[in-house]
């Protein structure tokens, strides 16, 4: 892929996140690998940086092929939080370690299929990569969503298990984002048939064309499962993982339980604390799953 000319994440956090022992032996709502333990986060009862949380999907959920969950990426808080400590900020890892988890999230609960809105392209964005200058010209802002393009997907390439998600699809609101990332695609794809991955995601990454296969972006609405065919979709969340603007406003729209959703996520953030265990080497928190 072509490198853009900012460097953003260090070559080892693109590196795939492996759960714990304990986590093949039972399955958690909570996935927060790779993130790091603040105190004022656990006394906010909110999500570590960079973890995701699994809820239903309301009427989202119908009888034949379906949205069937929720993941919820947690790469910063709310911004009436961000004056109050840099824990609470947005960073790039932070969105990064959010795509992996939800990944993991995915394939811990058996879903074949994942799909991604554009993570930390809204208010996000010019706290986890600045402008070049005062000016925030469009050709900037454009260059920087471009970067973060690239980190978002060669990370979610980097992290899944093509014998267990056989389908990513970034869902992308207007032609710009969507041809940045169709670009980028076809720059993974070339780079794949120079050999430059693994014979597994070589296949994965040229399947980028068939429906029910591969690695793709559309145009659309993450919402309409007849677009993208996922079996889960991930809100653009927050460290809360309430329901906010945007991308997520729409989800909760859809899924005409917002509150229910709301309240099924504090309960589970709660429960995920409550279940921590003491791990000098891991700040990951496990809960106990009830059936899927």
Known sequence: MKNSQLKLLKENEYSALEPKAWEKEKKFFVSSAGTEYQETVFKKEMLPRGSALITSSGKLKKEERSIQAIIHAAPGARSREWEEGLEFQPTLLGITRS????????????????????????????????????????????????????????????????????????????????????DIISEMRSDAEKGQYSEEKKEFILLSNIEEEGLSSINGSIINWNQHKGDVIVNAANMEVQFGKGVSEVISGATGQKKEIDDEAKEKIKNYWQNEKEDETSTQIYMVSPEK
């Open 99 to 182: 795509i992996q988890n939800s990944i993991i999230l995915a394939e811990r609960f058996d879903y074949k299929s994942i799909t991604f809105p554009f993570l930390g392209s809204g208010i996000f964005l010019d706290k986890v990569i600045s402008p070049a200058d005062e000016t925030n010209s469009d050709e900037d802002k454009k260059n920087r969503k471009r970067a973060l393009a690239e980190e978002i997907v060669k990370v979610a390439v980097n992290q899944m298990n093509p014998s267990k998600i056989k389908k990513i699809t970034f869902v992308l609101w207007g032609e710009e984002d969507s041809q940045i990332f169709s």
